[in-house]
T-cell receptor, first 111, second 113 residues
């Protein structure tokens, strides 16, 4: 199956700092999502981005499908950005629509 | 509008008991997924429904796990004869189509004593 690697595993930021989270995947995909899991465990959709670039406020994401990686940018970080960020990918070519998740990046934003 | 809901939010079971976890997907969503998330790990796929048809159950860890979605909306994940290694958060997700964005519920935290 598809392998997903996220880096860094842990990240500590001062409030106001910027960061880049990376997701590498081992095979071609036609689904890629970024999620934020808040301290209460809820997975919140950030982006559906199998290719290209998207922006939503202080967050943006870029996926280069041909090189099998995606980047999530967080600018002007806030304490509410703390939590675990997951990248998840899927390839429906084999008829399955499941997502395969990475192990996540745990982000702590300190005041 | 309402998101994906799951019940109960927390479940404590004694080893050997059967449990049933419920998922109410977003209205009109065709696809429904179940995932299992162990502590400190990413969610792992269990099974997938398209309407009432269970099209992929390759992630179910044993024959003690059973899922159904009889009318193509609400789904139930049943675990028979629970064991300690079943302790995890069980997440349900739905999607309006087959390969698009998946929206997750808050999960059910199962603890098996």
């Amino acid at each position: 199956g598809i392998q997903v690697e996220q880096s860094p595993p842990d990240l500590i930021l001062q409030e106001g700092a910027n960061s880049t989270l990376r997701c590498n995947f081992s095979d071609s995909v036609n689904n890629l999502q970024w999620f934020h899991q808040n301290p209460w465990g809820q997975l919140i959709n950030l982006f559906y981005i199998p290719s290209g670039t998207k922006q939503n406020g202080r967050l943006s994401a870029t996926t280069v499908a041909t090189e099998r990686y995606s980047l999530l940018y967080i600018s002007s970080s806030q304490t509410t950005d703390s939590g675990v960020y997951f990248c998840a990918v899927g390839d429906s070519g084999a008829g399955s629509y499941q997502l395969t998740f990475g192990k996540g990046t745990k982000l702590s934003v300190i005041p | 509008g309402a998101g994906v809901s799951q019940s109960p939010r927390y479940k404590v079971a004694k080893r050997g008991q059967d449990v049933a976890l419920r998922c109410d997907p977003i209205s009109g969503h065709v696809s429904l997924f179940w995932y299992q998330q162990a502590l400190g790990q990413g969610p792992e796929f269990l099974t997938y429904f398209q309407n009432e048809a269970q099209l992929d159950k390759s992630g179910l860890p044993s024959d003690r796990f059973f899922a159904e979605r009889p009318e193509g909306s609400v789904s139930t994940l049943k675990i028979q004869r629970t064991q300690q290694e079943d302790s995890a958060v069980y997440l349900c997700a739905s999607s309006p189509d087959r390969g698009g964005t998946q929206y997750f519920g808050p999960g059910t935290r199962l603890t098996v004593l």
